[in-house]
Each structure stands twice: as structure tokens, then as C-alpha cells.
């Protein structure tokens, strides 16, 4: 009964403190494969088209 209930309380405290790390870090790939697909082939492009043939 005992270990049971540690076992159950001991996941509750672990997501109780890694979920905001763990969601920053989310938000952060997110944020970061948006920048990778943005800087991608339309940066890219545009970079091409606005800079003058020499």
C-alpha cells in the first residue's frame, strides 16, 4: 500500500517540476523548426531575387 502510493506520488512531483522545462523546450523546437523552415527555400529565394545579378 505504501509503495503504491509513493509510486503514484513520486510521477506527480516529477511532472509537477520537469512539465514547464519540458514544454519551454517544446515551445523551443517549435520555434526553432518554424526559423529552419523559414530560413529555408523562401529566404533563400528572395535572398537570390533581391540581391543584383553581377
Known amino acids: 500500500m ?7 506520488k ?3 512531483f516529477l ?3 520537469y512539465l ?3 514544454y519551454a523546450l517544446y515551445l523551443a ?4 523548426l518554424a526559423g ?7 529566404y ?3 535572398y537570390h531575387c533581391s540581391t543584383p545579378a553581377i
Do not use: D, E, N
Open 2 to 8: 505504501l509503495s503504491t502510493f509513493s509510486f503514484l
Open 36 to 42: 529552419q523552415l523559414l530560413h529555408g527555400l523562401p
Open 10 to 12: 513520486l510521477p506527480h
Open 44 to 46: 533563400s529565394h528572395i
Open 15 to 17: 511532472v509537477t517540476k
Open 29 to 32: 523546437g517549435r520555434i526553432l
Open 20 to 22: 514547464p522545462q519540458l
